[in-house]
């Protein structure tokens, strides 16, 4: 039975048609879910997560489904010199390894700095990036670098306000931060946006995620006190 499936694109740099996999929504099926939302999958070839970015196999510009369509003054140019113009033809368009997926982050990511993509864009590029490092190749050094990238595109996109024009919800944003912070061992970071949560005005909209917010809060204080107790 056929997992994956072809999906058309068009590159908006150099007007080439490719196809990029994409695996059939029936087959994602994670088997558990982390605090921070990453879902762990039993199989490699049924995860997500290495097909999330879609790479122009002619001239190397690399997408996400979450990519504007909209280039600002300057950006078109500097794709091309700085990426076309660099580029080895090569296809991402085959079922993926978890070394190639990880290539097609990181041209994802190049791509997203030099288009001065939204920072809830970039931020859910580095975020998948420290699940791939975390799931599949349980590095811990790579996964932590990524997440702290991630909580800073997160925080950036909490102060410019890009995140409301998505799915995303203030919440779930101030949760989100808050987690990331827990993981990279920021516990005031974390504490204050954890607050953030439980003090806002639409908490009623979102009762899960206030009582994982009070949760985890909760676990940082007893884990603060206990330290102090055997300081």
Same mark, same amino acid.
């Given at each position: 039975?056929?997992?994956?499936?072809?999906?058309?694109?068009?590159?908006?740099?150099?007007?080439?048609?490719?196809?990029?996999?994409?695996?059939?929504?029936?087959?994602?099926?994670?088997?558990?879910?982390?605090?921070?939302?990453?879902?762990?999958?039993?199989?490699?070839?049924?995860?997500?997560?290495?097909?999330?970015?879609?790479?122009?196999?002619?001239?190397?510009?690399?997408?996400?489904?979450?990519?504007?369509?909209?280039?600002?003054?300057?950006?078109?140019?500097?794709?091309?010199?700085?990426?076309? #113009?660099?580029?080895?033809?090569?296809?991402?368009?085959?079922?993926?390894?978890?070394?190639?997926?990880?290539?097609?982050?990181?041209?994802?990511?190049?791509?997203?700095?030099? #288009?001065?993509?939204?920072?809830?864009?970039?931020?859910?590029?580095?975020?998948?990036?420290?699940?791939?490092?975390?799931?599949?190749?349980?590095?811990?050094?790579?996964?932590?670098?990524?997440?702290?990238?991630?909580?800073?595109?997160?925080?950036?996109?909490?102060?410019?306000?890009?995140?409301?024009?998505?799915?995303?919800?203030?919440? #779930?944003?101030?949760?989100?931060?808050?987690?990331?912070?827990?993981?990279?061992?920021?516990?005031?970071?974390?504490?204050?946006?954890?607050?953030?949560?439980?003090?806002?005005?639409?908490?009623?909209?979102?009762?899960?995620?206030?009582? #994982?917010?009070?949760?985890?809060?909760?676990?940082?204080?007893?884990?603060?006190?206990?330290?102090?107790?055997?300081?």
């Amino acid at each position: 039975m056929e997992r994956l499936f072809n999906r058309n694109h068009i590159c908006s740099i150099c007007d080439h048609a490719y196809t990029t996999k994409k695996v059939k929504s029936r087959f994602i099926r994670p088997i558990s879910h982390d605090t921070d939302f990453c879902s762990i999958y039993d199989s490699l070839e049924t995860n997500p997560l290495l097909y999330y970015v879609s790479v122009c196999p002619n001239c190397g510009f690399s997408i996400t489904e979450e990519f504007s369509s909209h280039f600002p003054p300057g950006t078109m140019n500097a794709i091309r010199n700085k990426i076309q #113009k660099h580029w080895q033809k090569k296809s991402y368009g085959e079922i993926r390894s978890v070394q190639t997926a990880i290539n097609s982050y990181k041209l994802g990511i190049y791509s997203g700095m030099i #288009k001065n993509e939204a920072s809830i864009v970039m931020s859910g590029l580095y975020l998948r990036l420290a699940w791939l490092y975390r799931t599949v190749e349980k590095n811990e050094v790579q996964e932590l670098r990524f997440l702290k990238l991630a909580a800073d595109q997160f925080e950036r996109s909490y102060s410019n306000g890009d995140f409301s024009q998505t799915s995303m919800s203030e919440i #779930k944003l101030l949760y989100l931060i808050g987690e990331l912070h827990t993981r990279l061992g920021n516990s005031r970071q974390a504490i204050r946006y954890f607050q953030l949560v439980l003090q806002h005005k639409d908490k009623d909209t979102q009762v899960r995620l206030v009582e #994982k917010s009070r949760d985890r809060w909760y676990e940082i204080r007893t884990a603060q006190r206990q330290l102090h107790m055997h300081a």
